[in-house]
């Protein structure tokens, strides 16, 4: 099982960008698509983007698409969400979840392994 911390959340104003990542341990993490979801509150968690375990495919939810970047560097056993014009509807507690099978990628996360998830408020 790999473990997983997210950070670089924060308070931003609307417009602005923040940039999310998410270190892995262990050393099999290339063995591991990966995705980040969110949640907001009083909501469910929502599937945001994902990535294969090379990083050669990428795909989005509808609403962060043309927004967001998710990227990730095997050497460093580290996945990102770059995240630019940020929106007040992005405020969301943020989780990576990590993902062997690659349904993650479609938002489906049945074995998934999460991390603790880090915050994102959007200022208006």
């Known amino acids: 099982q790999v473990q997983l911390v997210e950070s670089g959340g924060g308070l931003v104003q609307a417009g602005g960008s923040l940039r999310l990542s998410c270190a892995a341990s262990?050393?099999?993490?290339?063995?591991?698509?990966m995705g980040w979801f969110r949640q907001a509150p009083g909501k469910e968690r929502e599937f945001v983007a994902g990535?294969?375990?090379?990083?050669?495919?990428?795909y989005y939810a509808d609403s962060v698409k043309g927004r967001f970047t998710v990227s990730r560097d095997n050497a460093k056993n580290t996945v990102y969400l770059q995240m630019n014009s940020l929106k007040p509807e992005d405020t969301a507690v943020y989780y990576c979840?990590?993902?062997?099978?690659?349904?993650?990628?479609?938002?489906?996360?049945?074995?998934?392994?999460w991390g603790q998830g880090t915050q994102v408020t959007v200022s208006s």
């Open positions: 979840a990590a993902d062997r099978r690659g349904t993650v990628v479609a938002g489906v996360c049945t074995e998934c392994s």
């Open positions: 990535i294969s375990w090379s990083g050669g495919s990428t």
């Open positions: 262990g050393r099999t993490f290339s063995s591991y698509a």
